[in-house]
């Protein structure tokens, strides 16, 4: 398998789990989300985007790293691009760093929605600032290795039918879900966390570092 980090200009805290989920991974930077490279100690192999959120700084300290540059006028996004660009030079699993928070909540549900996306063709992802991440929760059985005492909420994209938590602070046993229900949001892991869909879309969001809340 070939991972790649992407790096997005959301917010990024570096924790040791966002170090592990990096490692041995190659980097490309969309445009401003290259200011976390120096932070994570990586150096992307590739930096694409329209540059019109790269400042002065960022552009002579990383002017050593090959860009591909787009017209300001287009019709994707900087994060798009890069995940068009790592799925062209191979890649088979990615990390997006930087995937939330930010001044654009819009580009913050769009992420979510290429999650979503990506995993329904085939390619595991991870969206990520470090104190969040989201996993797409497809059809089918799960499981995650978060820590007890580790919150994370099941976001609907849609109604929910057979959903199963175990492991949990409170179990949910093939229940249906309706779209924009509260119902599963704020769990606590107790174990190990196991989660069945039998049809719907969804994002697991979690917090695995230690002093995030809901």
């Known amino acids: 398998m070939s ?13 040791p789990r966002l170090d592990a989920q990096l490692a041995g991974s190659r980097v490309i930077a969309a445009d401003s ?22 400042t002065k700084e960022l552009a002579q300290k990383f002017e050593a790293v090959p ?3 787009f017209p300001a006028e287009k019709d994707q996004t900087d994060g798009e691009l890069a995940v068009d660009t790592a799925l062209r030079l191979g890649a088979t699993s990615l990390v997006i760093a930087g995937a939330f928070g930010g001044p654009r909540i819009d580009h913050t549900f ?3 929605a290429i999650g979503m996306r990506l995993a329904e063709a085939g390619t595991p992802i991870v969206l990520t600032s470090g104190a969040q991440e989201g996993i797409p929760l497809l059809t089918g ?13 099941i976001i609907g994209f849609s109604a929910l039918s ?33 989660a069945e869909l039998g049809s719907g879309r969804a994002m697991l969001i979690a917090h695995p570092f230690p002093g995030t809340e809901f």
């Open 141 to 153: 059985n799960a499981t995650f290795d978060y820590a007890p005492g580790t919150m994370f909420s």
């Open 162 to 194: 057979g959903l199963t938590l175990t492991g949990v602070k409170w179990p949910l046993d093939e229940v249906k879900v309706p779209f924009g229900s509260s119902l599963t949001l704020s769990n606590e892991v107790s174990s190990k966390l196991s």
């Open 3 to 15: 991972l790649f980090t992407l790096l997005f200009g959301g917010d990024l805290v570096r924790t």
């Open 110 to 112: 769009l992420h979510l």
């Open 67 to 69: 860009r591909e540059v």
């Open 33 to 54: 989300g290259i200011r976390h490279a120096a932070e994570l100690g990586i150096t992307p192999e590739l930096w694409v985007g329209d540059f019109d959120s790269t």
